[in-house]
Nanobody, 125 residues
Framework: QVQLVESGGGLVQAGDSLSVSCAAS????????MGWFRQAPGKEREFVAG????????YYADSVKGRFTISRDNAKNTGYLQMASLKPDDTAVYYC??????????????????WGQGTEVTVSS
């Protein structure tokens, strides 16, 4: 079992950058792919970005491609999501999650088994 804690959310203006982190406890963090999801008020949770266990493969939703960067430091049991050129539409609670797969980067929430409590990101216009 991996426990995840997100941090780094906040209120920023459109065009700003922000990074959120995901600290994992447990020795198995490095064994599984990791994903970032977000959920805006009144909307379903959506995939944002994912990274394989080794960090060698990444995948992004079209809405964030070219603006967001996912990474991980397995030695520190931490994942990151760097967000640039933020837009009001990026406003949401951001969640990190651990997959059952080492390589496959799932896009659906049901492919992930451990979730953090979320960190809120608000982008003002």
């Amino acid at each position: 079992q991996v426990q995840l804690v997100e941090s780094g959310g906040g209120l920023v203006q459109a065009g700003d950058s922000l990074s959120v982190s995901c600290a994992a406890s447990g020795r198995t963090f490095a064994s599984y792919a990791m994903g970032w999801f977000r959920q805006a008020p009144g909307k379903e949770r959506e995939f944002v970005a994912g990274i394989s266990a080794s960090g060698g493969s990444t995948y992004y939703a079209d809405s964030v491609k070219g603006r967001f960067t996912i990474s991980r430091d397995n030695a520190k049991n931490t994942g990151y999501l760097q967000m640039a050129s933020l837009k009001p539409d990026d406003t949401a609670v951001y969640y990190c999650a651990i997959s059952l797969s080492r390589v496959r980067i799932g896009r659906g929430p049901n492919e992930y088994i451990n979730w953090g409590q979320g960190t809120e990101v608000t982008v003002s216009s």
